[in-house]
């Protein structure tokens, strides 16, 4: 049973074009968040949401805009995608921000290519 | 800003030797501090954390160590294996109340020479 998963895996698209990203986990958390990994390997986050509720909201264009139509779903639409923006996207969640146990769980990436 | 960083990027370890990885922070409000390992190809995985109450966790095979004062974490494992390569990152978060995000460092790659 996959814990957090994220589709598609892969995506490959053009400059311009809008996608989304979806997530979901069965873990029962209340926390899911979205970063962002460079060709550096660094991960950035970029948003979390707390039952529904976004809670952290880095320095993102306002191109991206996450949705969060329950606690165990987090999706990410993105619109006109740059040339920058291709990296790894991955999904995560966790019992609870607030909770003292903050392990993370990571879902497989999704690999985004901009051409 | 605050920030997490690794002192090597790359390490090479003979399989069956001992690793270990380390990690400067800066924020000293931090409490939580966590390693993950990230395989290729995949999203990183929980290893072991540490909360700043303590100066030493072990689990299997792996042993984290924090020292406060200079504000460095290390990440040990012993008789290290090929199934131990992958990308190593601390992350840590800081106890200020409310939500706090956890900020991942810039990740060490392990290297292991059968």
């Known amino acids: 049973d996959t814990a957090v998963s994220q589709t598609p895996k892969y995506l490959v698209t053009q400059m311009g074009n809008d996608k989304s990203i979806k997530c979901e986990q069965n873990?029962?958390?209340?926390?899911m968040y979205w970063y962002k990994q460079d060709s550096k390997k660094f991960l950035k986050i970029m948003f979390s949401?707390?039952?529904?509720?976004?809670?952290i909201n880095e320095t993102v264009p306002n191109r991206f805009s996450p949705k969060s139509p329950d606690k165990a779903h987090l999706n990410l639409h993105i619109n006109s995608l740059e040339l920058g923006d291709s990296a790894v996207y991955f999904c995560?969640?966790?019992?609870?921000?607030?909770?003292?146990?903050?392990?993370?769980?990571f879902g497989p990436g999704t690999r985004l290519l901009v051409l | 800003g605050e920030s997490v960083g690794l002192h090597l990027p790359t390490l090479s370890v003979q399989e069956g030797d001992n690793s270990i990885i380390n990690c400067a922070y800066s924020?000293?409000?931090?409490?939580?501090f966590i390693w993950y390992k990230q395989e290729s190809g995949k999203g990183p995985q929980f290893i072991i954390d540490?909360?700043?109450?303590?100066d030493k966790r072990q689990g299997q095979r792996v042993t984290v160590l924090l020292n406060k004062t200079v504000k460095h974490l290390s990440l040990q494992i012993a008789a290290t294996q090929p199934g131990d390569s992958a990308v190593y990152f601390c992350?840590?978060?800081?106890?200020?109340?409310?939500?706090?995000?956890?900020?991942f460092g810039t990740g060490t790659k392990l290297q292991v020479i059968p």
């Open positions: 995560a969640s966790s019992q609870g921000a607030r909770s003292r146990v903050e392990t993370q769980y």
């Open positions: 873990l029962g958390h209340d926390t």
């Open positions: 949401y707390n039952n529904k509720e976004l809670i």
């Open positions: 924020n000293s409000a931090s409490d939580y």
């Open positions: 540490i909360r700043s109450n303590m």
């Open positions: 992350a840590e978060r800081p106890n200020s109340g409310g939500y706090q995000k956890v900020t």
